[in-house]
């Protein structure tokens, strides 16, 4: 039965079109889950597409308008349609030329319009790589506390048989043995809540990835908690170079720039030229006339040029005002992230250097000494207790920071650490 399983998946993985999804007993990384992301998320695809549209339109707004061909028949008679009884026909073509720069201006507004829709398709990247390791952080949190809530669990179950034992042996009460049943049934449960929680946080990722909630998915291989130096002021300088909402905005002002530009051009006439050729009938082409002429925008239209310069202007300074908001907020909110990243990182290093080692020293001590009839039941149990929670803090902790630092990458604009998938994020245990 398993060869032809296995017989199946290798032919599906064989055929066209078919992504067959990480198998329940692999490991998933993080970064295998953004690469695909990036090229299958539906909302990164809409973006995309988006920008695609907006550069065609961009080729669209640096070509002359339609020319003009069309013919005439002159002098028929009014007792007839028949067009065969003319007296001439006059042949001609005509095209519309605006003023000098209009055309180029209205190119390169239409090219930023395309740059827009690039950036905010960048943007939508940063946004959904954002999503994905968040979602990463809190399958791998759940994943971890189960493996603390097992841990755990074996360890209750030690406890709960040395304590049988010494009932047995009329060294402990049968309270000792009903309290290591009730701390067992406790931990069960949790582990039940967070084997759920696991389900949900798995939905969300092949959400993200496009697949079907119920796709199957292999367990996280976590990125290293690898201790990163971060400076303000190179974030910063990051974020303006690499920030796609920043760029975006500063699009938004180039473009008001060549609007106003091409606003003072609606002060000059456009032109058009017309080139007329007659043909009498029974003869051929006989004589031709040429035409150029100018709009003249100086006369009862001159307002609407002064009301779109005075729009155009408007336009440009909100569009710097809205730049300088913009800058200000992404400053405000890496400044943010990085004080969030760098309180996370002392946490989680508190918790690796003494916590931890601490609290599992002590239940080392409890379990000697209750063995020994130093302690009671009780001293033991508080202390495995407060073992449970720190493990479950360090770990909510550790999320923290790397949950942190992912916002902190898209406030930036760039990822500020790449994965090492040689072994797995250690829980700082001894």
Do not use: C
């Amino acid at each position: 039965m398993k060869i032809k399983v296995f017989s199946l998946l290798v032919i599906m993985s064989l055929l066209p079109g078919i992504r067959l999804p990480l198998l329940e007993s692999g490991s998933v990384h993080l970064n295998d889950l953004v690469q695909e992301a990036l090229k299958v998320n539906p909302e990164i695809q809409m973006t995309q597409k988006t920008w695609e549209a907006s550069r065609e339109r961009a080729v669209q707004a640096g070509v002359l308008d339609d020319p003009m061909v069309g013919v005439e028949f002159e002098g028929i008679p009014m007792d007839t349609s028949d067009f065969g009884r003319y007296n001439d026909i006059e042949w001609s073509f005509s095209q519309a030329i605006p003023f000098p720069g209009k055309l180029s201006l209205k190119r390169k507004i239409s090219g930023e319009e395309a740059r827009k829709a690039y950036l905010e398709y960048r943007e939508k990247e940063r946004e959904i790589i954002t999503k994905v390791k968040m979602a990463y952080v809190d399958f791998y949190l759940i994943d971890q506390t189960l493996q603390i809530l097992d841990e755990n669990q074996r360890l209750l179950d030690q406890f709960s048989k040395i304590a049988q034992k010494k009932y047995e042996v009329g060294k402990a009460s049968q309270q000792d043995v009903l309290k290591a049943q009730v701390e067992l049934a406790k931990v069960r449960n949790r582990i039940l809540v967070q084997e759920q929680a696991k389900e949900t946080a798995r939905a969300k990722i092949n959400t993200l990835l496009g697949r079907s909630p119920q796709a199957l998915l292999g367990d996280p291989f976590p990125v290293d908690d690898i201790p990163i130096d971060l400076d303000f002021d190179k974030l910063i300088a990051m974020a303006v170079e690499h920030r796609p909402e920043l760029k975006h905005h500063e699009s938004l002002v180039k473009s008001g720039q060549y609007n106003v530009r091409l606003a003072r051009r609606q002060y000059w006439p456009d032109f058009f030229a017309r080139f007329e050729s007659r043909q009498f009938q029974g003869t051929g082409l006989e004589e031709y006339d040429v035409m150029l002429g100018v709009t003249i925008p100086w006369l009862w239209t001159r307002s609407r040029a002064d009301s779109g310069l005075k729009e155009a202007k408007a336009s440009l300074q909100a569009a710097e005002k809205a730049y300088e908001a913009k800058r200000n907020e992404i400053f405000f909110e890496i400044k943010n992230a990085l004080v969030k990243v760098e309180t996370a990182r002392s946490l989680v290093s508190l918790y690796q250097s003494d916590v931890l080692p601490t609290a599992s020293q002590v239940v080392q001590v409890s379990q000697i000494n209750y063995q020994t009839d130093k302690v009671d039941f009780l001293t033991l149990l508080d202390s495995q207790r407060n073992l449970l929670e720190f493990q479950l803090e360090y770990e909510m902790a550790l999320a923290d920071y790397h949950k942190n630092l992912a916002e902190l990458e898209r406030n930036v604009g760039v990822d500020l650490m790449v994965e090492k998938q040689e072994a797995p994020m250690q829980r700082g245990k001894d």
